[in-house]
């Protein structure tokens, strides 16, 4: 085992085993559904089963349905699989001092085996009579450009469609400009600008632009510090554990072992790691408005917090340490800042209410390039039949009882394709 | 006259026009707000029943009302390992009092239906 493999155990041992003791305290969880049912356990209104039964049906799901599966065939994890089970393993061991130690424990046994059995099935696929990997990468073909589109939905969604094709057009000619013109001398040195990057920022700053243009003098949110501040006490009372939280997050994220979505997990299996980090802090600007109000009304905060440190973590890519030390700083910087930052969202309501349409816009945006992505790597697998394939999974879902989630879908259906046609090989009928 | 507001985080469009399809004639009010005045127009008694929709059915759609409303008073109808069925659909409604209801926005088609029929009499 050399060293990188070392270090990369150790760091998910320890996010899982540090996480779910936060999750045991009722400090941080990552789940927002969870939050807002965990000051009814700290104040006695439900018993702990009664928290352990509501935070497994709210996350076990997600990790059997998303997470694990949309992180076979990487090493990369995606953050659910870990982040969630904490949440649970947290709950499920007692609220007490052994409690705690035990769920440290499980929690850094269930990280190292997740992590163990991720390469395991790597290494097991390429054995396989019918090798399918190589098809699989072309999952996340689509998403690397396909995403600059979802702040054009957002716009869309939020303030018409007149908008949402002007950004939309922005995008489009800043992607041709950047390739065309976006390589230039300076000083004898060649600067080569990313066009993906680049029609990003400008569709960004369209999207933000749109937004600031709603003001406001509404104050929900300085309502809710007011009334909760005994609540936002409590999370700052807990800042050296947040902190600590931080910044093994932000290592392991340097160390490209955990990615905080679907969008960033599959560029980095392209190695795009700056666009991994854009993709990231689009979505955690999605993210922040949500994580901020349930933290304020619950006193409990997001085990990653606003998911910036995910970013922290691609930008000190391989420097583990450094990413530890500026994780930790910057998780303390968020608490600090949270009541804050809350406030100042009631001024800019158009921003408060972006926040939704961005994860619903990223969402949409992510099951298309997916599902395209999914079609593509089945027919690559098996001509003709992989399109019968994933289109009808895809629609047979939206029938199913208990439907995967619409980003699910391609990853599950080219998987379970993958499987099935080495079964059919054994008995030669493919 | 019933009101319902639509707070959550996905959607919210599609599941207003759904609604509207699916209530008729009947009268009842429908309104489309973000997820913190959503919750906060159940809890000042502007709206009588809150839903909303998300990818887990109980973060993004129904985490502001539970935190505001309390845990009694919401449920989550749809998450990704559970859909309950009509029967326990209609006695979270009738039997326990819930007024705020979330679900994953991909089961909206066989949630809304079932909460139509059992809000709006």
């Not at chain 1, 349905?65 to 995606?78: E, N």
């Not at chain 1, 790597?122 to 098809?135: G, T």
């Not at chain 1, 989630?405 to 059919?424: K, S």
């Not at chain 2, 069925?85 to 089961?107: H, L, Q, Y």
């Amino acid at each position: 085992m050399n060293v990188t493999t070392l270090i990369n155990y150790v760091l998910i041992a320890a996010v899982g085993g540090v996480g779910s003791i936060l999750a045991n305290r009722g400090i941080a969880v990552f789940n927002d559904g969870l939050r807002p049912i965990m000051p009814e356990y700290l104040e006695g209104k439900i018993t702990r089963k009664e928290l352990a039964a509501t935070s497994f049906a709210v996350s076990f799901g997600l990790i059997i349905g998303f997470g694990i599966p949309v992180s076979i065939g990487s090493t990369i994890l995606v953050a659910h699989s870990i982040l969630l089970a904490a949440d649970i393993i947290g709950t499920w061991t007692p609220d007490t001092k052994w409690g705690t130690a035990m769920a440290g424990v499980v929690g850094a046994i269930y990280g190292i085996g997740l992590l163990f059995g991720l390469s395991t099935i790597v290494s097991l696929f390429k054995m396989l009579p019918f090798n399918f990997l190589p098809a699989l990468s072309l999952l996340g073909g689509p998403i690397l450009l396909a995403f600059c589109a979802f702040p054009a939905l957002s716009v869309a969604s939020q303030h018409g469609p007149k908008k949402g094709m002007i950004t939309f057009g922005l995008t489009f000619l800043a992607y041709l400009l950047a390739t065309k013109f976006g390589t230039f001398k300076v000083d004898g040195m060649t600067v080569t600008l990313n066009a993906i990057g680049m029609s990003l920022l400008v569709a960004m700053i369209a999207m933000i632009y749109f937004a600031a243009q709603i003001k406001g003098d509404g104050n929900s949110n300085a309502g809710l510090v007011n009334v909760f501040s005994k609540r936002v006490g409590r999370i700052k009372s807990n800042w050296i554990w947040l902190s600590i939280m931080g910044g093994l997050i932000t290592a392991s994220s340097s160390m490209l072992i955990i990615a905080v979505d679907v969008l960033p997990q599959q560029l980095l299996v392209k190695n795009q790691v700056m666009e991994a980090a854009i993709a990231t802090f689009a979505r955690a600007i999605g993210f922040i408005p949500l994580v901020f109000s349930t933290a304020i009304v619950t006193g409990v905060y997001g085990m990653a917090g606003t998911t910036i440190i995910f970013v922290i973590g691609l930008l000190l890519k391989g420097q583990p340490i450094l990413a530890f030390l500026a994780g930790f700083v910057w998780m303390w910087i968020e608490v600090q800042a949270l009541s804050a930052t809350a406030k100042g969202l009631d001024k800019f309501p158009g921003l408060r209410d972006m926040g939704e349409h961005i994860r619903t816009s990223l969402q949409d945006t992510i099951a298309i390039a997916l599902l395209i992505g999914a079609a593509l790597a089945c027919n690559k697998m098996a001509p003709n039949l992989g399109y019968f394939w994933v289109i009808g999974f895809w629609l047979l879902n939206k029938k199913a009882k208990k439907p995967l989630v619409d980003m699910a879908v391609g990853p599950i259906a080219a998987i379970v394709l993958g499987v099935l046609l080495n079964i059919l090989r054994l008995i030669m009928l493919f | 006259m019933i009101r319902i507001v639509i707070g959550g985080q996905m959607g919210k469009d599609d599941i207003k026009k759904t609604l509207v399809k699916l209530i008729g004639d009947k009268e009842v009010d429908i309104f489309i707000k973000n997820d913190l005045d959503a919750a906060m127009a159940i809890k000042n008694g502007e709206a009588d029943y809150y839903i909303g929709a998300c990818e887990t059915g109980a973060g993004g759609a129904l985490a502001m009302a539970t935190a505001l409303l309390g845990s009694t008073h919401t449920v989550t109808v749809a998450s990704p390992s559970k859909v309950l069925s009509e029967e326990e659909i209609a006695e979270e409604i009738n039997g326990k009092g819930k007024v705020a209801f979330g679900f994953t926005i991909n089961t909206k088609d066989t949630v809304l239906p079932i909460l139509v029929k059992y809000l709006v009499k």
